[in-house]
């Protein structure tokens, strides 16, 4: 019931002559989804429709030459909720408004927003550079089975564009895309207001705003592929990924310190992420190899953005996501190792909120 929005950017390495592919592999090796790029393209982006199954899907990037990228995975789960590492992929609610940046021409920003039968949705989308701006929109939204229920994409410069739904025929998640033709760092915001079918009205508010920074290209570092290191022998065992040190967004640099928590499976733990919180909080487990575990992340309060990160005992990464709108997290994954594994929660500062509140949270690991 899920989707998946992976989104790629080639960054710059030598004499940039990679060819991309993206595929999306399901828990039965089949490709759901794949696209290829070549050299004159720098970004791409796939979006699932809803999986079949839970469980573990392989991502996996090939090129004709050597070649560097970045790559940003969201995800939204049935309820609507959006996890997600960068300004392209979002949620928003009634009553919500956010105001986001265009980095690049063509660039689209994808938005997801549950509501029910008998809804009526108004989206206004606003330059914020004065009247007459030279921003063209592409607005538009979709239903639940991707049927196209508004657009507005006249390609005239103008300074607002409105999109009116009158009373929705399906309950679920509805995609709202803003795309820019023309913009290069071009700033807008987009205000949502719904009728409810029970008639309530539930206007756009500057208390609900959220502002996003955007997503920037990392520069790749100048490398040598001229010798290719020699494959393993066949029963050695795999290699480990190695600690991430350049994550965009998603595990700062800043970091300055680790609370070290003691996690017993079933059991779960909690701790609290204020505004100027800069270390991770570190909820240690011992767990075997194979182990079949679930995850469970919940904000039990406060409004602060918050990344999630689930490390071996030699820093490879099993899991890594954000918590920016919504307040669960669930997942499933199998320990590729035995050892002590590190769950950790830190303060993520991609989009700040309006008014930050201290955060509780609590964070659970269960043996499956």
């Not at 949705?121 to 592409?138: K, M, P, Q, S, Y």
């Not at 705003?209 to 050695?236: C, G, H, I």
């Not at 480990?240 to 970091?255: D, H, Q, W």
């Amino acid at each position: 019931g899920s989707r998946m929005i992976v989104h790629m950017d080639a960054l710059p390495l030598g004499s940039d002559t990679s060819a991309f592919e993206i595929e999306i592999v399901d828990l039965n090796g089949f490709i759901i989804d794949s696209v290829g790029f070549l050299p004159d393209e720098r970004t791409v982006t796939i979006e699932t429709g809803e999986l079949l199954r839970e469980g573990v899907y392989d991502i996996i990037v090939s090129s004709t030459a050597p070649g560097a990228f970045q790559l940003f995975i969201s995800c939204v789960d049935v309820t609507g909720a959006v996890s997600s590492g960068n300004n392209l992929v979002n949620g928003i609610a009634c009553g919500g408004e956010i105001e986001n940046t265009f980095l690049r021409p063509d660039e689209l920003h994808r938005y997801y927003l549950n509501l029910q039968t008998g809804d009526d949705l108004t989206v206004n989308a606003f330059t914020l550079d004065g009247e007459f701006a030279d921003l063209t929109i592409d607005l538009g939204l979709y239903s639940p089975n991707n049927d196209e229920i508004d657009r507005v994409n006249d390609m005239f410069k103008d300074f607002e564009r409105t999109l009116n739904t009158g009373p929705l025929s399906r309950t679920g998640t509805y995609r709202l895309y803003v795309r820019a033709f023309d913009a290069t760092n071009d700033d807008y915001r987009i205000t949502v207001s719904c009728t409810l079918a029970s008639g309530q009205t539930i206007n756009s508010s500057r208390d609900n705003r959220l502002v996003l920074a955007p997503t920037v290209m990392e520069t790749a570092p100048m490398a040598d592929f001229s010798a290719q290191a020699a494959p393993p022998p066949a029963d050695s065992a795999p290699a480990v990924a190695p600690t991430p040190t350049n994550v965009p967004a998603l595990l700062p640099s800043e970091l300055v310190s680790t609370i070290e928590i003691p996690l017993v499976m079933g059991i779960p733990g909690s701790g609290v992420i204020t505004s100027d919180f800069e270390g991770m909080y570190g909820f240690v487990i011992d767990v075997g190899m194979d182990n079949a575990l679930q995850l469970d992340f919940a904000r039990v309060s406060g409004n602060e953005n918050m990344g999630i990160i689930v490390l071996t005992d030699v820093g490879a990464v099993v899991f890594q996501a954000s918590v920016t709108s919504g307040n669960t997290l669930s997942t499933d994954f199998v320990a590729p190792s035995s050892g002590t594994y590190t769950i950790g929660i830190y303060p993520l500062n991609i989009a700040p909120p309006f008014d930050p509140q201290p955060t509780a949270f609590t964070v659970t690991l269960s043996s499956q």
